[in-house]
């Protein structure tokens, strides 16, 4: 399988800039319970910016690519006036082991495997809002590789995966439901979120995207009992769009226990139960 994915600069450090849109794209190979094998490098950079900073934000980059034992085979750059970075990735999987976007059904679990907020975060850390201390949990987040999620879910058998990328939670949820035919309920009290999150989607301190989103996604997604102010809040939360977010895997019921002891044992911290999938309406999510 082929991939590429590339962005500008969501951090502040050359390096890390480089790791983070690394483990981005190899994100796309890890969703599907592939091995990656081979990368290049998409580069866009102004001079002005000099030969150290592109080298830092390349070197992040290998290092992520080497971590996840995949070779770094070279790539191309041109020069533009607004930073850009990220991979073309090489990967490949046994056909009757790829995990697809599809195929989740009634009663499987779904496992998120990383905190969620980047993206409000990020706003907030542009704001003035957060400080690097409290933005780094949120950077090594980003980061972190999803191949502890991958091999999770070939030891499991997952029916159907996604990564948590630019749609959010419930917008990649809504996409392997509608392919699915299935439907999903999410626990809202068990979602793994970042420090201060709800709080800062409650001041309305989130990325422009996230607006559209929650429009595009109000007719898909179900929060009952809230007050318009509390639901508009959370809805900022479930459509935050995510940079190199986790893994959100449909695992058969009698398998949760292995996913969890296989993704424990090779992170070193438990995946997050966020919900079932369900019988109902194609791509429906309800939120309790």
């Known amino acids: 399988m082929l991939t590429l994915d590339f962005f500008t600069p969501v951090v502040d450090d050359p390096y890390e800039f480089g790791a983070v849109a690394a483990a981005n794209a190899l994100s796309d190979v890890f969703a599907m319970g592939a091995r990656p094998l081979a990368a290049l490098n998409i580069l866009a950079f102004p001079?002005?910016?000099?030969?150290?900073?592109?080298?830092?934000?390349?070197?992040?980059?290998?290092?992520k690519v080497g971590e996840a034992g995949a070779l770094l085979a070279g790539g191309h750059s041109i020069e533009d006036d607004e930073p850009k970075y990220g991979l073309a990735v090489?990967?490949?999987?046994?056909?009757?082991?790829?995990?697809?976007?599809?195929?989740?059904?009634?009663?499987?679990?779904?496992?998120?495997?990383?905190?969620?907020?980047?993206?409000?975060?990020?706003?907030?850390?542009?704001?003035?809002?957060?400080?690097?201390?409290?933005?780094?949990?949120?950077?090594?987040?980003?980061?972190?590789?999803?191949?502890?999620?991958?091999e999770a879910m070939l030891a499991a058998g997952a029916h159907a995966?996604?990564?948590?990328?630019?749609?959010?939670?419930?917008?990649?949820?809504?996409?392997?439901?509608?392919a699915s035919g299935v439907a999903a309920v999410l626990d809202w009290d068990a979602l793994?979120?970042?420090?201060?999150?709800?709080?800062?989607?409650?001041?309305?301190?989130?990325?422009?995207?996230?607006?559209?989103?929650?429009?595009?996604?109000?007719?898909?997604?179900?929060?009952?009992?809230?007050?318009?102010a509390e639901l508009d809040a959370r809805m900022g939360v479930l459509c935050d769009p995510q940079t190199s977010g986790g893994l959100l895997a449909?695992?058969?019921?009698?398998?949760?226990?292995?996913?969890?002891?296989?993704?424990?044992?090779?992170?070193?911290?438990?995946?997050?139960?966020?919900?079932?999938?369900?019988?109902?309406?194609?791509?429906?999510?309800?939120v309790r």
């Open 47 to 63: 001079c002005s910016l000099g030969k150290d900073v592109v080298a830092e934000v390349l070197r992040g980059g290998a290092d």
């Open 90 to 150: 090489f990967g490949t999987a046994r056909p009757d082991r790829i995990v697809r976007n599809s195929g989740a059904r009634p009663g499987d679990a779904l496992f998120c495997t990383k905190a969620l907020g980047t993206g409000i975060a990020n706003a907030a850390f542009r704001a003035g809002l957060r400080d690097d201390a409290g933005m780094r949990p949120v950077i090594d987040s980003m980061m972190e590789l999803n191949r502890a999620g991958a």
């Open 161 to 178: 995966a996604t990564d948590v990328t630019g749609f959010g939670l419930v917008g990649h949820l809504h996409e392997m439901l509608e």
């Open 192 to 228: 793994p979120l970042f420090d201060g999150v709800l709080d800062l989607s409650r001041d309305f301190c989130r990325p422009g995207k996230t607006f559209g989103l929650i429009e595009w996604a109000g007719a898909f997604t179900s929060l009952a009992g809230l007050d318009d």
């Open 250 to 286: 449909a695992v058969p019921p009698d398998a949760a226990e292995a996913f969890a002891a296989a993704f424990r044992e090779a992170a070193g911290r438990d995946p997050t139960l966020v919900g079932r999938v369900t019988e109902g309406a194609p791509g429906t999510i309800t």
